[in-house]
């Protein structure tokens, strides 16, 4: 089968570390912290007190009172990441099939905060059942591509992968393939989430999760550091708008990069640990490599999963390790969660706008908050420690796992 090559023409990011691209790509290259003590809700009887809340975001920069209140927060992020990614690819909606337009999203979670809003409320009656007729299309996960489809007019595939923090590397995934096949000219795709709020923090603390460093919330989140104790919360979303190549270039549009593959697995063993071994990381790295053409000598840079939790980071690296070989140690490996946190469902989004913009710049962002080496962890590798490391990076691979075992890899490639 002739399939389709897929290239990227938008970007749109809206982060715990800047509210666009730009500011996300500039703060990620600068090492800059984006966690802090909570605002959002008394913390006093919380194990975990901070995160990596969104920073000077209003939304009535975006929404109108009215419109606002019938969006939860996940879906507003999604509506303002992929305004800035539509307009960045500069595509004319009057001259595009809208037929052959999809939104293919990913959240892992969803509407939460209205969730948790609307059932403390009734908890707190007289047991009349008075939710706000809001309240379902508001929580649903699928409400985010939708409200994206009805403002642009996209009629084309609409819906959402729900695979944890695997979510919005499914829906990139996805996207892909439909183009790849014929299917679709355009999709506009990625992921969002709003979970820094009393059952997000709570439900996470009760899992062990979460760090509980307290007294340092900047370094908390130190992936591949053996003083790691846990991930930390981030909310946000990222947007890739993905085009046909031939599409794009009859069009003249401005091209980041080639999408050329993406792989899948499951760890089938634990709900929410890794394999120890790393299986299904090795799994889904090969079946990436093997979508994509790759060998893995071609591969110059791996945005790794790397949550800062004790059992990730060692499977992921010894994955790495294995399939990798001798090349391993010439890879630039790095966690840009040690940055903004975890987005869950929107992670795959953020840390594929991180690989793409890498690739146009030629500069690898740090795993900043490292100070003490894991004995676990292969010394010969470079995990790009602390400081921005230049170099010239032809392939860049992005890792996303999600509770359940849920893996999920993509490649993108400098466009020649």
């Known amino acids: 089968m002739n399939l389709k090559r897929v290239v990227v023409t938008g970007l749109g990011a809206l982060t715990p570390i800047g509210n666009n691209k730009n500011k996300f790509w500039e703060s990620l290259i600068a090492g800059k912290s984006g966690c802090a003590p909570i605002t959002y809700f008394d913390t006093e009887h919380f194990k975990t007190k901070f995160a990596c809340e969104l920073k000077n975001y209003e939304v009535s920069d975006f929404f109108d009172r009215k419109e606002a209140r019938k969006t939860d927060k996940f879906a507003q992020y999604a509506m303002v990441a992929s305004q800035e990614a539509i307009e ?3 595509l004319d909606l009057n001259k595009i099939n809208k037929f052959r337009t999809g939104v293919i999203w990913g959240a892992g979670i969803g509407g939460i905060d209205t969730f948790q809003t609307e059932v403390s409320n009734f908890a707190k009656g007289n047991g009349t059942p008075r939710f706000n007729p809001f309240f379902i299309p508001k929580m649903i996960a699928d409400i985010a591509p939708g409200n994206i489809s009805i403002k642009y007019g996209f009629m084309g595939p609409n819906y959402t992968t729900v695979s944890a923090c695997a979510s919005s590397a499914n829906a990139i995934i996805d996207s892909l393939n439909y183009i790849r096949l014929g299917h ?62 031939e599409h794009a270039k009859k069009r003249g549009a401005k091209i980041y990069a080639e999408l050329i593959g993406g792989g899948l697995s499951s760890d089938a063993f634990h709900m929410t ?3 120890p071994d790393g299986v299904g990381v090795m799994a889904v ?28 980071d060692i499977a992921e690296l010894k994955a ?31 840390e594929a ?28 590798l470079n995990l790009t420690l602390n400081t921005a490391q230049e170099r010239n990076v032809e ?22």
């Open 88 to 90: 960045d690819s500069m």
């Open 184 to 245: 679709c000219d355009v999709i506009v795709t990625g992921g969002s989430e709003a979970t820094i709020n009393e059952a997000g923090v709570g439900g996470f603390n009760a899992m062990h999760a979460l760090s509980t460093r307290n007294d340092s919330p900047k370094t908390a989140s130190r992936p591949f550091d053996a003083t790691r104790d846990g991930f930390v919360l981030g909310e946000g979303s990222g947007c890739l708008v993905l085009e046909e190549y």
């Open 273 to 275: 640990a890794p394999h």
């Open 285 to 312: 790295i090969k079946n990436c490599l093997n979508n994509a053409g790759l060998k893995p000598e071609q591969v110059d840079a791996i945005n790794t999963h790397g949550t800062s939790t004790p059992l990730g």
């Open 320 to 350: 790495i390790s294995n399939i990798f070989g001798d090349h391993a140690k010439n890879i630039n490996i790095n966690s840009t969660k040690s940055m903004t946190g975890h987005l869950l469902g929107a992670a795959g989004a953020i």
């Open 353 to 380: 706008i991180a690989s793409i913009l890498s690739i146009q710049h030629g500069i690898i962002p740090p795993t900043i908050n490292h100070s003490t080496i894991d004995e676990n962890i292969d010394s010969s």
């Open 395 to 416: 392939v860049a691979m992005s890792n996303t796992f999600g509770f359940g075992g849920h893996n999920a890899c993509i490649v993108f490639k400098k466009i020649n």
